[in-house]
C-alpha cells in the first residue's frame, strides 16, 4: 500500500512508476486520488471547525449552568452540531475508504535497477555458479523415475486428490525432511527464530500481505469460514505484528518458518504432464525479515546470500535474475529469483524469489516501529522474504542432476546426515 503522503507530495513518482510497469489504466488513479484527498481534507478541515465550536459552546453551557440561567437553546443547538459532525465524520470514513481502497490496489514503487520488461523472459541474468551439467545419457522424467524408485506415487494421489498431488514414500519422504531439516539448521545458526505459522488466516490480515482480488483465483477458501489456507508462510509471519508498534532496539526481526503450502496453480508443468514442479501442496522453509527502513537494502542481500549458500552446499547448478517489470508484481520493490539449472530441459527453472517488498506491506497491516515508550510508532518497518529451500523444486533440481545412469539418485552430501547416511536413491529390494 502507497502512502497518501506520496500522492500529495510527489505524484509525477507514482505515474512514472504506473508507466515504467505498464500499468497504463491505473494513471488516472493518481488524479482521483488527490482529488479525493483535498475533498477529505476539507472535510476534516469543517469537521474539526464544528467539534471546536461544540466545545466552546459546552463550556458556556457549564458556565451559564453555573450562573443558574436557562440554558435550553444552547442544548438544542449542542444537539444540532453533534449530529452535523456526526453526518460529517460518516462522509470522512466512506472517502477514507474510498480512497485507502484505490491505495491498496497501487503496486509498489520499483526500485531504479529493476530492468523494463514483460515477462519473466525478460529477467536480467546477473551472474551463474555451477557448471550446467550435461550427462552423455538421456534423462528420464523426474516423476518416472520417482515412480520407478518406488518413492512417489501420483496415479493414487489423483484418484484420492485429483492432479496436482503426490503421495511422497520411503526415501522420498526423507528426503523431503532432510531438505527442511537442512535449511531450517543452517538460518537458525544464522540467528534466526525458527517459526511454524497457522496454515490459515483470515481475509483482513491476508489482504494485508497480498491484494487478494489478484491472487484469490490460486488461493484455497475454506467453505463458510473467513479462513483462507496458507499458500506461503511468508504471509502469516508477515501479519504475525499486525497492528503492533516494534521498538527500534529489537529490529531487525529475522524469522525462518516451516510450513506446507496451498496453492491452486495455473501455470505450466513444463515439460513433464506428471512431477513435482508444479504442486498444489508442498512443504517450504522461508526466511522473512522485518527491519528499519535505512538497513532493508543490506537485509535483501543478506537473503539472497543465505540462500545461494544452501543452493552451493547442495551442488546444484544456478543463476540469479533481476527480475523484471512485467514478472515481479505489486507487492516487491526489487526482487530476485533462483533459477536452478535442469539438465532435462536444458535451461534454468526456477526455485526461490526473494523479494524487499520496502514499506508496502507494513502499510497494509500497520506495523510501525519506534522508541520504547512512545504511544505511536512514526514509521512503518519494512518487510522482506526470501525462500530458502521450496522442497518439492529442490527435489526436481536433485532428482535431474544427480540422476544415474541407471535411474537411481544421487543425494547430495550436505543432506545424508539427515537420511541416516544413505548415499543413494535406488529400488527397494
Request: a negative charge; glycine letters at 6%.
Given at each position: ?208 500481505t497480498v491484494d487478494l482480488?489478484d491472487f484469490e483465483d ?212
Amino acid at each position: 500500500m502507497l502512502g497518501i503522503e506520496l500522492i500529495r507530495e510527489d505524484p509525477e513518482k507514482i505515474r512514472k512508476d504506473l508507466q515504467k510497469r505498464g500499468y497504463k489504466e491505473k494513471l488516472a488513479w493518481v488524479d482521483e486520488l488527490r482529488e479525493k484527498d483535498e475533498e477529505w481534507r476539507k472535510l476534516k478541515q469543517e469537521t474539526d471547525r464544528l467539534k471546536h465550536e461544540r466545545n466552546v459552546l459546552t463550556r458556556k453551557i457549564a458556565e451559564k449552568k453555573g450562573e443558574g440561567k436557562d440554558v435550553d437553546d444552547e442544548i438544542q443547538k449542542s444537539k444540532d452540531l453533534l449530529e452535523e459532525i456526526e453526518s460529517e465524520e460518516e462522509k470522512k470514513e466512506d472517502l477514507r475508504k474510498e480512497i485507502d481502497g484505490k491505495l491498496m490496489k497501487l503496486p509498489n514503487i520499483l526500485h531504479p535497477s529493476v530492468p523494463q520488461g514483460e515477462s519473466d523472459e525478460d529477467n536480467e541474468e546477473l551472474y551463474t555458479v555451477g557448471e550446467p551439467k550435461t550427462p552423455g545419457y538421456s534423462l528420464r522424467p523426474h516423476g518416472q523415475v520417482l515412480e520407478e524408485l518406488g518413492v512417489g506415487d501420483f496415479d493414487r494421489a489423483a484418484k484420492v486428490a485429483g492432479h496436482g498431488f503426490v503421495y511422497l514414500k520411503n526415501d522420498l519422504v526423507l528426503l523431503d525432511y532432510a531438505i527442511m531439516n537442512f535449511g531450517l539448521n543452517k538460518l537458525v545458526e544464522k540467528g534466526y527464530e525458527l517459526i511454524e505459522p497457522p496454515f490459515m488466516m483470515k481475509r483482513e490480515p491476508y489482504e494485508g500481505t497480498v491484494d487478494l482480488s489478484d491472487f484469490e483465483d490460486v488461493m484455497y477458501k475454506i467453505e463458510g469460514e473467513d479462513l483462507y489456507l496458507i499458500a506461503t508462510s511468508e504471509h502469516p509471519m508477515a501479519a504475525m505484528y499486525k497492528d503492533e508498534i516494534l521498538s527500534e532496539d529489537e529490529l531487525p526481526i529475522k524469522l525462518v518458518g516451516v510450513s506446507p503450502c496451498f496453492r491452486r496453480e495455473v501455470g505450466s508443468r513444463g515439460v513433464d504432464t506428471k512431477g513435482l514442479f508444479r504442486m498444489h501442496q508442498f512443504n517450504k522453509v522461508e526466511q522473512f525479515i522485518f527491519s528499519k527502513p535505512e538497513d532493508s537494502w543490506d537485509y535483501h542481500e543478506e537473503l539472497l546470500e543465505n540462500t545461494e549458500e544452501l543452493m552451493k552446499e547442495l551442488e546444484i547448478p544456478y543463476r540469479v535474475v533481476n527480475v523484471c517489470t512485467g514478472d515481479i508484481g505489486t507487492v516487491a520493490a526489487k526482487k530476485y529469483d533462483i533459477e536452478a539449472w535442469s539438465p532435462r530441459q536444458d535451461k534454468y527453472i526456477e526455485v526461490i524469489s526473494c523479494s524487499n517488498c520496502t514499506d508496502y506491506q507494513a502499510r497494509r497491516l500497520n506495523i510501525r516501529m519506534g522508541k520504547v515508550g512512545e504511544e505511536k510508532g512514526k514509521e512503518f518497518v519494512h518487510t522482506l522474504n526470501s525462500t530458502a529451500l521450496a522442497t518439492s523444486r529442490t527435489m526436481v533440481a536433485i532428482l535431474e542432476n544427480n540422476q544415474t545412469k541407471d535411474g537411481a539418485v544421487e543425494v547430495p552430501k550436505a543432506l545424508r546426515k539427515y537420511m541416516n547416511g544413505k548415499k543413494v536413491i535406488k529400488p527397494r529390494e
